[in-house]
């Protein structure tokens, strides 16, 4: 079994349901870092070369172009697998959202995030359509807005106690032993979030 990627055991870590973007290059960077790569290839340390003189039948351009295309092969294939791991990371951080939601948000807002939930039919006013966030934005989802909303430590509420608890403070006491508990209380608001960003109709 291959070991994880530390981003990974901090999305497991953080989002596992029980007691209780890793820092890293932007991908941007990443990917000019590979794109640009191989024009250095053969540069060696830098020297300046003259061009060799090709023979009559061509054979050092030939040479020269077929390691410029299995260079940028390389590269490309690089690009390509860096693409899928951050694909592969936003499932599983949609996915552990979904879980997340499931245990903290569904009694109010309904198991399909419609405002529906049976505690929410007891509240008022009853809790809204989440799915509905980006239309109500003009069709952009507000991602940081809803970070900030489930979070609540930093959103002023009006008329005295909110209906909708404070999850930042609640998260924040559930640390685990490689986590901080506002790690922990991040990871597991960014994973709800995108699970809802990926629910918004369409």
């Known amino acids: 079994m291959s070991a994880q990627s530390p981003a990974r055991r901090q999305i497991r870590d953080a989002c596992e349901v029980g007691d209780g973007n890793a820092p890293g290059e932007p991908?941007?960077?990443t990917i000019l870092a590979?794109?640009?790569a191989p024009a250095a290839v053969g540069a060696g340390d830098g020297a300046p070369r003259a061009n060799p003189t090709p023979a009559a039948d061509?054979?050092?351009r030939r040479a020269a172009a077929v390691q410029r295309a299995a260079s940028w092969r390389m590269a490309w294939i690089s690009i390509v697998a860096l693409l899928t791991a951050r694909a592969v990371m936003?499932?599983?951080t949609v996915a552990a959202g979904r879980t997340l939601y499931v245990r903290y948000c569904s009694a109010c807002h309904g198991a399909a995030a419609e405002g529906d939930g049976m505690v929410g039919q007891l509240i008022t006013p009853h809790p809204i359509d989440l799915t509905l966030l980006a239309e109500r934005n003009g069709?952009?989802?507000?991602f940081?807005?809803?970070v900030e909303s489930i979070d609540g430590r930093r959103t002023v509420r009006a008329h005295?106690?909110?209906n909708m608890p404070v999850w930042g403070e609640i998260l924040s006491h559930q640390p685990t032993p490689e986590l901080s508990g506002e790690t922990v209380t991040r990871t597991k608001i960014l994973a709800i979030t995108s699970?809802?960003?990926s629910i918004q109709r369409k």
């Open 27 to 29: 991908m941007t960077v």
């Open 34 to 36: 590979l794109v640009a």
């Open 58 to 60: 061509g054979r050092p």
């Open 90 to 92: 936003a499932d599983e």
């Open 139 to 142: 069709g952009t989802f507000p």
């Open 144 to 146: 940081d807005a809803v």
């Open 160 to 162: 005295g106690a909110p």
């Open 195 to 197: 699970y809802l960003q």
